[in-house]
Nanobody, 119 residues
C-alpha cells in the first residue's frame, strides 16, 4: 500500500519561504507521478505543481516563478520550495501520487500540512 507523509508546513510572514516535503512509501519502481495540491476551507482543491515519472514538471500559474518542485527518486521524496510567499498561499497543502507515466488524477493522498502566510 502506498502511503504519503508530508512535512514542512508552518507560519511565515509575506515574502518568506517554506519547504514542503512528501515521502512516499510502498512504491517498488519509479513509474509514478507526484503532485502538490492545496485547499482553503470552502473552496475547491487547487493543483500547485506536479511531476510525471519522466521528470516533466507542471506548475499552476500562481506557482510559476515562485515555487520549485523537485523529486528525489532514490528517496521517493517530493519537495516543494516555496519562495516569496503571499497571504493568498495560505492553505492546507496535500501531497498526491499515483502509478503511471503521466497523471492527472491521483489515487493516493497525504494527510496534509498547513501553510499560513501573514501580511
Amino acid at each position: 500500500e502506498v502511503q504519503l507523509v508530508e512535512s514542512g508546513g508552518g507560519s511565515v510572514q509575506a515574502g518568506g519561504a517554506l519547504r514542503l516535503s512528501c515521502v512516499a512509501s510502498g512504491y517498488t519502481g519509479s513509474t509514478y507521478c507526484m503532485a502538490w495540491f492545496r485547499q482553503v476551507p470552502g473552496k475547491e482543491r487547487e493543483g500547485v505543481a506536479a511531476i510525471d515519472s519522466d521528470g516533466t514538471i507542471r506548475y499552476s500559474d500562481s506557482a510559476k516563478g515562485r515555487f520549485t518542485l523537485s523529486k528525489d527518486n532514490a528517496k521517493h521524496t517530493l519537495t516543494l520550495q516555496m519562495n516569496t510567499l503571499k497571504p493568498v498561499d495560505t492553505a492546507m497543502y496535500y501531497c498526491a501520487s499515483d502509478v503511471g507515466l503521466e497523471c492527472y488524477e491521483y489515487t493516493y493522498w497525504g494527510q496534509g500540512t498547513q501553510v499560513t502566510v501573514s501580511s
